[in-house]
């Protein structure tokens, strides 16, 4: 191919410089991040939905156990902290599915996906801005709001404050489930084309991994099966099996994995 | 620099396939900076596959292609720093006011205070007539007024190229010209490339054109070439007046008598005399066809000239020749 005279200082850059406008940060595979990071964080914080997940997350994670005390069927003696991680994290789980299915396969079926690409938005970025903001989301609705609202319930109901650092690290447990989840879902709408298969996938593994590891336990090495027990006794300061232990290590590194595996594969998808 | 021979697009046998179908077969072309080039083909000649290879969206089987110099493929998110770009079938979010997809497609591009960000979103609203219609939410867009956001995004970067997969396709005759106004205005400003069927306006607004067929490139010329006709060879009509029939004879013998001269047909209506000379060298015929009549003081010409082509003339033979190989 011929060299070609590029220009030292475009038209673009010439016009905007003029009117006081300076080229975006990120270049490269950050391309568009901070423009897109920015958006899809706005799908969180800045739409009326906000108000809902204000209201809906905190519904289920504090009003269940809220109600069942105010009904008598929760011994007072039992704190409502040890309801607080298993519903998380089977809440959450759920949440996380239904809220990420449509964040790639949506974008692939409606073209707006292509119409981002033809920008100066690397792939990369359009992965992991919505992987980021999705984390971000989950963490702020699903984890530290219920979670600080049950610390104050538990104080309420208890008159003592539950011990913080083991409480932050199984609400990081709690965390990490949610991200196992979030990125198998944004793995799945890489690769499928329709909600259908992502869907009984990922319900699939949360579900049916539940079932399979009652006969078969070794599932519970790799896949987050107990995660719920798992947080709960973090917060409790308890030792863990080594069962446990390897659960989450598995399910970061899996976590990880996926990342990585829908990154790769977004990265040779055709628009 | 010098603007007027730099290439802002280059492919070179650049090729792409789908399965088992060949959609795009070596296609090698330029694109000079500052031309409105059309890219012609029927439906399924591989134009919207070109666009995507050159923006990246999908990967060719072979070949390579680059614009500002920049390979698409590796360095597919600096090409498109450049380019702006309206797809055939622009899809946006639909919950966002046009005023916001703007915005959202301005910052791809530039940061600065909000304020210019703003202005900038406002300039172009303003340059595609979509004032009245800036805040409400796009679901609610027609056709027409989806183009017009199409132009608006496309634009917002000022770009040094500008590729426009069937802009005025899905317009009526009113949104279609509308569409061809602004790109002329556009013209001094940036390169236009840019996908159509729709021959008559690339007839008016293009400088150079390429004709694509079942993904292979069978034409790229300057449009007033093309028109022309292809090569040396050249149709010319002339219309004559003489009284006399051994003058017309003789001249139409020295006019066949020429190796340069194809097929010369002959019409008569009252006492006009029309011919039609199909020539090999049209040099030679600008140069020596009118002189050889003329030799024959007793013959008038009222009418000499080279016969021209409409676009569709050109397109729709290039085509038949090229489908009945």
């Known amino acids: ?271 | 620099m010098d603007t007027s021979n730099s290439l802002v697009i280059e492919t070179q046998n650049l090729s792409k396939t789908y399965k088992e179908a060949q959609a795009l077969t070596d296609l090698s072309l330029t694109v000079k900076q500052n031309s409105i080039f059309g890219f012609l083909g029927p439906n399924g000649a591989g134009k919207s596959t070109t666009i995507k290879l050159l923006l990246g969206l999908i990967q060719p089987s072979g070949g390579r292609a680059s614009i500002f110099g920049y390979d698409v493929q590796r360095q597919s998110v600096e090409v498109r720093k450049h380019v702006g770009y309206l797809a055939q079938d622009p899809r946006y979010y639909e919950h966002m006011t046009a005023r916001q997809i703007i915005g959202y497609t301005a910052r791809f591009f530039y940061r600065g205070p909000k304020d210019l960000l703003e202005a900038r979103v406002q300039e172009v609203i303003e340059l595609v007539g979509l004032e009245d219609k800036a805040d409400r939410p796009v679901r609610g867009f027609s056709g027409g007024e989806r183009q017009r956001l199409g132009i608006a995004q496309a634009q917002v970067n000022y770009p040094d190229l500008l590729i426009l997969d069937e802009p005025a396709a899905a317009l009526d005759p009113m949104g279609r010209h509308d569409v061809l106004e602004v790109m002329e205005r556009l013209r001094k400003y940036t390169t236009i490339f840019y996908s159509t069927h729709i021959l008559e306006d690339v007839q008016r607004v293009s400088d150079t054109v390429a004709i694509l067929n079942r993904g292979r490139l069978i034409a790229e010329a300057p449009i007033d070439k093309l028109l022309a006709g292809d090569g040396g060879s050249a149709l010319y009509d002339i219309t004559l007046k003489g009284e006399a029939e051994a003058a017309l004879t003789g001249a139409r013998s020295r006019v066949e008598g020429q190796p340069w001269v194809q097929h010369l047909s002959m019409t008569t209506d009252d006492g006009q005399i029309d011919w039609q000379v199909s020539v090999t060298d049209a040099t030679a015929a600008e140069d020596l066809l009118l002189r050889l009549i003329l030799e024959d003081r007793s013959l008038k010409v009222k009418h000499f000239g080279r016969k021209t082509y409409n676009l569709e003339e050109v397109f729709l033979e290039m085509i038949e020749k090229e489908n009945s190989k």
């Not at chain 1, 610390?151 to 539950?162: E, F, G, I, N, R």
């Not at chain 1, 690769?191 to 049916?208: H, K, N, W, Y």
């Not at chain 1, 079932?211 to 798992?230: C, E, H, N, R, T």
Request: charged letters at 15%.
């Open chain 1, 1 to 271: 191919m011929t060299a070609q005279t590029h220009p030292q200082i475009t038209r673009d850059l010439r016009m905007a410089a003029r009117q006081g406008l300076l080229p975006a940060r990120g270049s490269g595979w950050l391309g568009g991040f901070e423009n897109m990071f920015r958006k899809e964080l706005g799908e969180w914080f800045r739409t009326r939905r906000w108000w809902g997940r204000i209201l809906i997350w905190p519904a289920l994670i504090n009003g269940i156990p809220a109600i069942f005390r105010a009904t008598g069927q929760i011994p007072p003696e039992i704190p409502d902290i040890l309801y607080y991680f298993q519903i998380a994290v089977i809440a959450g789980t759920i949440g996380m599915i239904i809220l990420a299915q449509d964040e790639v396969i949506q974008e692939k079926q409606s073209g707006t996906a292509a119409w981002i690409l033809s920008k100066p938005a690397a792939r990369r970025s359009f992965i992991l801005s919505k992987l980021l903001s999705d984390a971000i989301g989950a963490l702020a609705f699903i984890v530290v709001l219920p979670g600080l609202i049950i610390l104050v319930q538990t104080y309420l109901t208890t008159h003592q404050m539950a011990p913080l650092l083991p409480f932050l690290a199984g609400a990081g447990v709690v965390m990490l489930a949610l991200l196992f989840y979030l990125s198998l879902v944004i793995l799945l709408g890489v690769l499928f084309e329709s909600r259908g298969p992502l869907l009984a996938i990922a319900f699939g593994v949360m579900i049916g991994g539940m079932f399979a590891a009652a006969s078969f336990p070794q599932i519970g090495y790799v896949l987050p099966m107990s995660m719920d027990k798992i947080s709960l006794m973090v917060a409790l300061g308890q030792p863990l099996p080594t069962a446990d232990v390897s659960q989450l290590i598995s399910t970061a590194v899996l976590s990880i994995l996926f990342t990585l595996v829908a990154l790769w594969r977004f990265q040779h998808k055709e628009f």
